[in-house]
């Protein structure tokens, strides 16, 4: 079976409407042999605030090291992202592993007319794989309710209810108490259920629940009994965080957030109070749990020049405090973009949201969508006098930017599937294809889910230039129509569904691109949504490299680095005792300075100071004594000249070490010390951001890819945006793949012989291969890999990456020279 026709079934089954009960859910997982019985289930429900509040969950018992499934719903792009594992999503092998299980089954139920529901079919998705992987614990947002949502078929250990607002009356009650009832019967056997309900609903909950942990910023129940646990919101510590405090008689802690809002003080206090009933969890691990919760969509800031947010509030409740929380922010005008479901209420809502200078309403693309023009005429009546519509969101989007002033903000809200099309904006990425032959191009077809059969018709085209991208259905579409005009191929995933984005495979000439490029900017195509493709496209292919280098050079305020016009070779000097190629060669000062001066003087770039092994098994270091190993060995180095990398995880030893002359941050672990980013925007700093996966924490954890390349650039994504919110430029984030981390010896040299896709990322790109383990598979035992690392450097130059990290300097310089010299002669002088 192939991806697209499981995920197609899946879809499919959203034509049955939700039905209560768990009875459904329990046949299905009887089906599959009742996975889930050696799970341990935490349950979140509520009205609002219950995805975020299982967000800060997973990441807090994941600083344990524990291994922690998370569902949620509804996902931003890909159905895949409701189901994760240590925060990767389920793989799509692993969906269609599962559809072939399940498919018979549901198609014999669906006969007797009892069908599961897609949200059914999915958790118990969820469940099969949280028990496939052997996680510790699994944390499953609840759908509707709680007495007779699909996620009660298990027995929790732990569970909340966030909040209660009056939704889905018909199926919950019509009063807020009836609704509280209904979801209170999630509460767990062994433990207390944990609320930031107040009031009537708490008292109804706890006719149902019994043992209750109320979370709140002072008192429960109309005062007249104490809240368990008490939050305080302490307002911005910057554009993208919170202060917060959570505390008890017994215990108290701070930390910030990456969530907005005073509402998710009280959505961190129950996570926390959660994650101390599941676990023996440190105050250092939970603050940094917390501090890691990324969830985007959720007022989630993407600029500040102007002011950008997306936040997918979709009902009043929910946009009352999004506008609590941006009228904590100071700007000029307020550019709406809006786009909503058919069912809510629409004119609350637009009451409810801070008053706008202008509108522009909009469609994301499902049928539950809420005609355009209706909304216009509820913001018109509303009082906003610029009231405008869009057929799309990317370009209303665009059009709002285009009307912002740097002081100005745009916000784009009104549901989800509204930010999801927004955040396309900076997700995007068209991933370049190198095709040598007909089997090249029939991969490049297969991971993006062609079906068999137009694949063996396409591959042989595919012969100039071969680009990946992932549009929503209609932008993919227009995009297929023109360039099948200009005599080009494309050809489309086999999902089905409009309200998906689905993944393309480019291919035609050089000529051909760009007279598509031409066609796709043209006034005729202006409203059908494909500036963002078109961007994207242009970026991907290089087609104004010559003005944007021409424009790099013209700016000499920015840092300039080696690798920006060629392929730079940065040094690797571990002062440490046990670093496992050249551990304790360099830990004497005079010894290291020495080891610089010998990189420097046979052609280095960067020299990169280590002072902690990150060698599975190596024991840890104290932040101190990293700080000792490592700023005195820079300080003597500062005036070499070469550009001087720190290779830390430590934000604290990121921070000393720029502080000693250091002017890049090369990062392992991907940004885990949610305060280096900061560190890096602070001092301007260069930033290396590595694709780890847990690979250091837990490094025996196997991980299973669909396609290395594209997985990894997947998650690198997430990693550079976070890093831009914090006032990263993109120019300065270099990003590395991770050879060897969390990665197979077969996928490590694939990701070298594919290393020219990174450029997706619009990032430069660094190889750490050095002496590394996989170079056993080409009988290269340790000690004897310097031959074989030198020939990975020149694939890696000749690939197009940017620099390679090496411990031999003399050897792998030669190296790239060569490289580079047969790709381009013409930068050498003869």
Not at 458 to 486: F, I, N, P
Not at 620 to 640: C, G, K, Q, S, Y
Not at 681 to 710: F, Q, T
Request: charged share 25%.
């Amino acid at each position: 079976m192939e991806y697209h026709e499981a995920a197609d079934f899946l879809f499919d089954l959203r034509r049955f409407r939700p039905k209560p009960g768990t009875e459904s859910t329990a046949r299905l997982l009887a089906h599959l042999e009742n996975p889930h019985e050696d799970v341990t289930f935490v349950q979140v429900a509520g009205s609002n605030g219950k995805g975020s509040t299982a967000r800060m969950l997973e990441q807090s018992l994941r600083e344990t090291g524990l291994s922690v499934g998370l569902y949620t719903s509804p996902h931003l792009e890909d159905l895949r992202e409701r189901v994760r594992v240590d925060g990767r999503k389920i793989p799509r092998s692993a969906v269609c592993e599962y559809v072939e299980a399940a498919r018979k089954y549901i198609m014999g139920r669906g006969a007797d007319g009892d069908s599961p529901t897609f949200f059914e079919t999915m958790t118990a998705m969820a469940i099969w794989h949280f028990g496939r992987e052997d996680v510790d614990i699994a944390i499953l947002e609840v759908g509707i309710g709680g007495r007779y949502d699909a996620t009660s078929v298990v027995d929790p250990v732990g569970s909340a209810v966030t909040s209660v607002t009056l939704e889905h009356t018909g199926i919950l009650g019509d009063t807020e108490a009836e609704i509280a009832r209904d979801k209170a019967h999630v509460a767990p056997q062994e433990n207390a259920l944990v609320t930031g309900v107040s009031g009537d609903a708490l008292e109804a909950i706890r006719s149902v629940a019994g043992d209750v942990v109320t979370v709140g910023s002072s008192t429960n129940a109309s005062d007249t009994s104490p809240t368990d646990v008490r939050v305080a919101y302490d307002g911005r510590a910057n554009h993208t965080e919170a202060a917060v405090t959570v505390e008890t008689d017994d215990w108290h802690l701070e930390t910030r957030i990456p969530l907005l809002g005073a509402h998710q003080a009280e959505n961190a206090g129950i996570a926390a109070t959660l994650a101390r009933q599941l676990t023996d969890i440190s105050d250092a691990e939970l603050a940094r749990g917390l501090r890691n919760a990324h969830w985007p969509g959720r007022f989630e800031v993407m600029d500040t020049d102007p002011l950008v947010v997306l936040d997918g509030a979709h009902n009043p409740g929910a946009c009352a405090g999004l506008a609590k929380t941006l009228g904590t922010y100071e700007y000029d005008d307020l550019h709406l973009v809006f786009g909503a479901m058919h069912e809510k209420d629409h004119r609350e809502i637009a009451a409810t949201l801070p008053t706008p200078d202008s509108v522009i309403t909009t469609e994301p693309p499902l049928q539950r969508a809420e005609d355009r023009d209706v909304l216009a005429t509820v913001f018109t009546e509303a009082g906003v006098d610029d009231v405008r519509t869009d057929t799309t969101v990317q370009d209303a989007l665009e059009t709002a930017l285009e009307d912002a002033g740097s002081d100005d903000c745009v916000l784009v809200t009104g549901s989800l599937f509204a930010v999801a099309e927004a955040r396309s904006r900076w997700t995007d990425a068209g991933v370049p294809k190198r095709i040598r032959n007909s089997a090249d191009a029939r991969d490049a077809l297969a991971t993006a889910n062609v079906p068999e059969a137009g694949s063996r018709h396409l591959s042989g085209d595919a012969v100039h230039r071969v680009v990946k991208m992932t549009l929503g259905h209609r932008q993919a579409t227009t995009v297929k129509q023109e360039l099948l005009r200009l005599g080009g191929e494309c050809a489309l995933s086999g999902l089905e569904h409009e309200d998906e984005a689905v993944d393309a495979v480019l291919m035609g000439t050089l000529s051909q691109f760009e007279r598509l490029l031409e066609r796709l900017e043209s006034a005729s195509l202006a409203d059908h949504g494909v500036a963002d493709a078109t961007r994207t496209l242009r970026e991907t292919l290089d087609f104004d490299a010559s003005e944007s280098d021409a424009a790099a050079g013209a700016d000499t305020d920015g840092p300039q680095y080696p690798w920006d016009d060629r392929t730079a070779v940065m040094g690797i000097l571990n002062v440490t005792p046990d670093s496992f190629h050249d551990g304790g060669e360099y830990d004497a000062l005079e010894d290291a300075v020495a080891r610089a001066e010998a990189m420097v003087e046979a052609g280095v770039d960067v020299v990169d100071v280590g002072g902690e092994s990150t060698r599975p098994g190596a024991d840890p270091v104290p932040i101190e004594d990293e700080i000792d190993r490592v700023t005195p060995v820079i300080e003597r180095i500062a005036d070499l000249d070469v550009h001087i990398s720190i290779d830390t995880r430590k934000a604290a030893v990121a921070d000393a070490a720029l502080e000693a002359g250091a002017d890049i941050i090369n990062d392992v672990s991907g940004l885990e010390d949610p305060e280096m980013r900061f560190v890096a925007a602070e001092y301007d700093a260069g930033l290396v951001v590595m694709h780890s996966i847990d690979s250091i924490v837990v490094p025996d954890r196997e991980v299973a890819y669909d396609d290395v390349v594209e997985d990894v650039i997947d998650q690198l994504s997430e990693r550079i945006l976070l890093a831009e919110k914090a006032g990263v430029d993109r120019e300065q984030i270099v990003v590395d793949p991770g050879i060897g981390f969390g990665k197979a010896a077969r996928e490590s040299f694939e990701m070298i012989g594919r290393i020219d896709e990174f450029h997706a990322l619009g990032c430069p790109i660094l190889v750490g291969h050095s002496h590394k383990s996989m170079f056993e598979h080409v009988g290269c035992a340790p000690g004897e890999r310097l031959e074989a690392t030198v020939a990975a450097s020149a694939i890696a130059a000749d690939r197009g990456a940017d620099i390679i990290r090496v411990h031999d300097v003399p050897e792998n310089v030669a190296a790239v020279r060569t490289a580079l010299a047969a790709r381009d002669p013409d930068r050498f002088e003869w």
